[in-house]
């Protein structure tokens, strides 16, 4: 079974160096919006502290297979991106 890996970045980066084993690619992706939302569940404040959370699935040779990314943004506030490009 291939073995895939879901390194998160907010505030500070947590490489997975163990990975987990799944049948496809398919199951991967699932697990993945799984994981984020359990990790926006179950720690709210640090999102909103950082305003950013993205989950990165690779494979055991360094693939990317996909990103996920959840931003933040609230009336008045930058985002951790900038401002919003301004329309002439």
């Known amino acids: 079974m291939p073995h895939y890996f879901f390194h998160i970045r907010e505030d500070v980066d947590v490489r997975d160096d ?29 999102f909103w502290a950082s305003g950013r959370i993205q989950l990165t699935a690779t494979t055991d040779d360094g693939v990317v297979l996909f990103t996920l990314e ?18 002439h």
Do not use: C, F, K
Not at 70 to 87: I, K
């Open 18 to 46: 163990h990975g987990i084993e799944l049948p496809d690619e398919d199951v991967a992706r699932r697990h993945g919006v799984m994981m984020l939302g359990q990790i926006l569940r179950d720690e709210p404040e640090t």
């Open 70 to 87: 959840v931003t933040s943004g609230l009336p008045g506030a930058e985002s951790p991106r900038g401002p919003p490009a301004r329309e």
